[in-house]
């Protein structure tokens, strides 16, 4: 399974980004597909995720301003983020995870949000 992330940017405080994760490889044992924030400095927190079910789940600092999705016709994950904070800045990692495998990662996307 294999993952790319893109969609990062700079952009103002109240700005909204569409971060998107294309995943390939051979995914219909893949359970749950998650975002992930590393800030500068700190250790990467999960941020949302979504079952293969369409079950969504949110960290609070992100409820109401974020929404992950799934396409499954383009094999693509997606997290829209609105009313962006400083805070939010970093890097972003989608992943997929697997019963017996673990974790999938993708090479993260920058964002920056400018004050």
């Known amino acids: 399974v294999q993952l790319q992330a893109y969609g990062g940017g700079l952009v103002q405080t109240g700005g909204s980004l569409r971060l998107s994760c294309l995943i390939s490889?051979?995914?219909?044992?893949?359970?749950?597909f998650d975002w992930y924030h590393q800030a500068p400095g700190k250790q990467r927190s999960l941020v949302a995720s979504?079952?293969?079910?369409?079950?969504?789940s949110y960290q609070d600092s992100v409820k109401g301003r974020f929404t992950i999705s799934r396409d499954n016709a383009k094999n693509t994950l997606y997290l829209q983020m609105n009313s962006l904070k400083p805070e939010d800045t970093g890097v972003y990692y989608c992943?997929?995870?697997?019963?017996?495998?673990?974790?999938?990662w993708g090479q993260g996307t920058l964002v920056t949000v400018s004050s």
């Open positions: 992943s997929a995870y697997q019963a017996g495998e673990g974790n999938y």
């Open positions: 979504i079952t293969s079910g369409g079950t969504t």
């Open positions: 490889g051979n995914i219909f044992r893949i359970s749950l």
